[in-house]
């Protein structure tokens, strides 16, 4: 149990458009999903916590207008990317976590690529 | 603010040998969890080992065991017998449980076993 999927798993854009990226969590409920982002041999850097039914809470410079996160229900969340940029090209992972139980343990998502042109 | 520090970019170990990651972490928090992640070359993150802060016993799982160090906020990684498909990015994690269950990540450790 406690699988957690995303798609898609890659996306190439147009600089200046907007890609959506969803995780869903696919056996249980996850109270509380973060998103990461991983640039190539480096680390994850979490971006925003989101939970069900209430706004993001974005990390310091991470742009809330940038990268709009919605977690309208207790199995699906979405990162949208706004106006794409190359820059903006990287590795996107979200994970969630179960509400009740061994609640402090997050299940990752496959990640999604994104490669802004 | 916790920070997570992984001193080997990188290492290597013999098919079947031990080999240790390090791990250290800053943090003036008491009720805390720590967990290594395995990143293979498909990039899906893997649990690998976690640890209670407030348990004094090291946490094993079959070939991966730690070595926790409360008091020198060390949190290093065993794992014995390595095979070939323990090649991957480690990472190391800290989760406060007062902070919303957030996780601080270290920089990784990528581990090659070799043939």
């Known amino acids: 149990g406690a699988v957690v999927s995303q798609h898609p798993s890659r996306v190439i854009c147009k600089s200046g458009t907007s890609v959506k990226i969803e995780c869903r969590s696919l056996?249980?409920?996850?109270?509380?999903m973060f998103w990461y982002r991983q640039f190539p041999k480096q680390s994850l850097m979490l971006m925003a916590t989101s939970n069900e039914g209430s706004k993001a809470t974005y990390e310091q410079g991470v742009e809330k207008d940038k990268f709009l996160i919605n977690h309208a229900s207790l199995t699906l969340s979405t990162l949208t990317v706004t106006s794409a940029h190359p820059e903006d090209s990287s590795f996107y992972i979200c994970s969630a976590r179960r509400g009740g139980g061994r609640s402090n343990e997050q299940f990752f998502g496959p990640g999604t690529r994104l490669t802004v042109l | 603010a916790q920070t997570v520090t992984q001193s080997q970019p990188e290492m290597s170990v013999q098919e079947a040998e031990t080999v240790t990651l390090s791990c250290t972490y800053d943090t003036s928090e008491n009720n805390y969890y720590l967990f290594w992640y395995k990143q293979p070359p498909s990039r899906q993150m893997i649990l690998v080992i976690r640890q209670e802060a407030y348990k004094q016993q090291n946490a094993t799982e079959n070939r991966f065991s730690v070595n926790f160090q409360k008091a020198a906020k060390s949190f290093s990684l065993k794992i014995s017998d390595s095979q070939l498909g323990d090649t991957a990015m480690y990472f190391c994690a800290f989760m406060d449980n007062n902070a919303g269950n957030m996780l601080t990540f270290g920089g990784g450790t990528r581990l090659m076993v070799k043939p």
């Open positions: 056996d249980f409920q996850a109270t509380t």
